[in-house]
């Protein structure tokens, strides 16, 4: 019972700290750009990673706390203090459903989801859904997988060509920047993998930088 207390005086004080560095500017920005939060105090990213910093070990119930709020720096932090270690599937998935920026799909794939032990998994079943955020959110996984030098199997290899060229051609930019940019971190691990991937984007009338 005391830590349940000791954790939602813990989110209450961070989201006063929010409060006192609250940037209407950033916010508005944001707003214009589409990312449109129930609540977003333009709080920097930068200054996020460093308040990560300070509160110092990743904590899974702080971090489940965190994503029940209903505000973006809540979420973005809760992602930053998740241990990727003690995240399982369904939480993800269910996380993966109450995304709904494209900076915390973003987000979410660079502080927590390429540090699964199960990320290839999540990333491919994503590509294969109809909505393009959780596609955006899988691509930014296997980016950065790929630019660690991780390579998928033949079936990975095949499933990862068929989606990415069918994101390539959509009418998102998002979408279509995610996915090429994952194609060239493939790209980089081999010959083999940058001659796949130069065939592949030619074949749908693409340069491949």
Same mark, same amino acid.
């Given at each position: 019972?005391k830590?349940?207390?000791?954790?939602q005086q813990?989110?209450?004080?961070?989201?006063?700290s929010f409060r006192?560095?609250?940037?209407g500017?950033v916010?508005?920005?944001?707003?214009?750009?589409g990312?449109?939060?129930?609540?977003?105090w333009?709080?920097t990213?930068?200054?996020?990673?460093?308040m990560a910093?300070?509160?110092?070990?990743?904590?899974?119930?702080?971090?489940?706390?965190?994503?029940k709020e209903?505000?973006?720096?809540?979420?973005?932090?809760?992602?930053? +203090?998740?241990p !990727?270690?003690e995240? &399982?599937p369904e939480?993800?998935?269910?996380?993966m459903?109450q995304?709904?920026? /494209?900076? @915390?799909?973003e987000?979410a794939?660079?502080?927590?989801?390429?540090?699964?032990?199960?990320?290839?998994?999540k990333?491919y079943l994503?590509?294969?859904?109809?909505d393009?955020?959780p596609q955006?959110?899988?691509y930014?996984?296997?980016?950065?997988l790929?630019?660690?030098g991780?390579?998928?199997?033949e079936r990975g290899?095949?499933?990862?060509?068929?989606?990415?060229?069918t994101? +390539?051609?959509? !009418?998102?930019?998002s &979408?279509?920047?995610?996915?090429?940019?994952?194609?060239?971190?493939?790209?980089? /691990?081999? @010959?083999?993998y940058?001659?796949l991937s130069?065939?592949?984007?030619?074949?749908?009338?693409?340069?491949?930088?």
């Amino acid at each position: 019972m005391k830590e349940g207390i000791d954790i939602q005086q813990k989110v209450k004080e961070i989201k006063q700290s929010f409060r006192q560095q609250m940037d209407g500017a950033v916010a508005q920005s944001m707003r214009q750009k589409g990312l449109d939060y129930h609540l977003n105090w333009g709080v920097t990213l930068p200054r996020l990673r460093e308040m990560a910093e300070d509160i110092g070990e990743k904590n899974y119930s702080l971090a489940i706390a965190l994503w029940k709020e209903n505000v973006r720096e809540c979420k973005i932090l809760a992602t930053m +203090l998740m241990p !990727p270690d003690e995240m &399982l599937p369904e939480v993800v998935d269910i996380w993966m459903e109450q995304t709904d920026t /494209i900076e @915390l799909a973003e987000q979410a794939a660079f502080n927590l989801y390429q540090h699964l032990s199960y990320a290839p998994e999540k990333a491919y079943l994503w590509l294969s859904l109809p909505d393009d955020l959780p596609q955006i959110c899988g691509y930014h996984i296997l980016s950065r997988l790929f630019a660690r030098g991780q390579e998928p199997n033949e079936r990975g290899i095949n499933e990862f060509i068929d989606q990415a060229l069918t994101a +390539l051609q959509s !009418p998102n930019p998002s &979408l279509r920047k995610a996915a090429m940019q994952a194609v060239i971190h493939f790209a980089d /691990i081999g @010959l083999m993998y940058e001659r796949l991937s130069r065939s592949a984007i030619h074949s749908i009338g693409l340069d491949f930088l």
